[in-house]
C-alpha cells in the first residue's frame, strides 16, 4: 500500500505523502538528482583546491592548520 494522497498543487493534481508533503514527478526527480551530482561535483573540487592551496602554503613553510 503506497499511502499516498491526491490534492492541487499549482492548479495541477498531485500526489502528497500522508504528512502532506509533495510527491515529485519523475522529471522533478531527475532535475533534483541532477542538481545534487552538480553540488557534489563542485564540492569534489572546492575541496581539491582547498587541498591543494594548503600544500602550497606548506611548501611555503606556512602551517595552513594553525592559521585563523
Not at 515529485?24 to 532535475?31: D, G, L, M, N, R
Not at 583546491?49 to 602554503?57: F, I
Amino acid at each position: 500500500m503506497l499511502e499516498l494522497y491526491l490534492g492541487v498543487e499549482g492548479g495541477k493534481l498531485r500526489y502528497f505523502t500522508p504528512d502532506g508533503n509533495l510527491v515529485p514527478t519523475p522529471e522533478e526527480a531527475a532535475i533534483a538528482a541532477q542538481q545534487a551530482s552538480e553540488a557534489q561535483l563542485r564540492l569534489e573540487q572546492e575541496q581539491l583546491r582547498s587541498q591543494r592551496l594548503a600544500e602550497h602554503l606548506r611548501s611555503l613553510g606556512f602551517n595552513p592548520d594553525s592559521l585563523s
